[in-house]
Nanobody
């Protein structure tokens, strides 16, 4: 099994910064994609930023230039640095990971979610 441990999040004023972290462990042979999604009340879950094993990244248009996704040296940890936060960024943020396990099977895993609240 694959486990994800998320940390970070919380309450911040508009214009402030937060950093989210997510560490993957368990039966992991390889990791392909590590990403952050978010879901605001009454809205669908949306991709915020993603990082692939090929070191490519992509971002939602709404966060480009403000958020940065990065991987740790061990490549099993992903960070989301969020700067210039806006009230519209308020949501529950979810870590997502996929790849291959030691059994050769493909896995996907979601974190439990972190509340990020930006006050105006």
């Amino acid at each position: 099994q694959v486990q994800l441990v998320e940390s970070g999040g919380g309450l911040v004023q508009a214009g402030g910064s937060l950093r989210l972290s997510c560490a993957a462990s368990g039966s992991i042979q390889s990791i392909n994609t590590m990403a952050w999604y978010r879901q605001a009340p009454g809205k669908q879950r949306e991709l915020v930023a993603a990082s692939t094993s090929g070191r490519s990244t992509n971002y939602a248009d709404s966060v480009k230039g403000r958020f940065t996704i990065s991987r740790g040296n061990a490549r099993n940890t992903v960070y989301l640095q969020m700067n210039s936060l806006e009230p519209e960024d308020t949501a529950v943020y979810y870590c997502y990971v996929d790849g291959r396990s030691y059994t050769g099977s493909y896995y996907t895993k979601w974190g439990q979610g972190l509340q990020v609240t930006v006050s105006s």
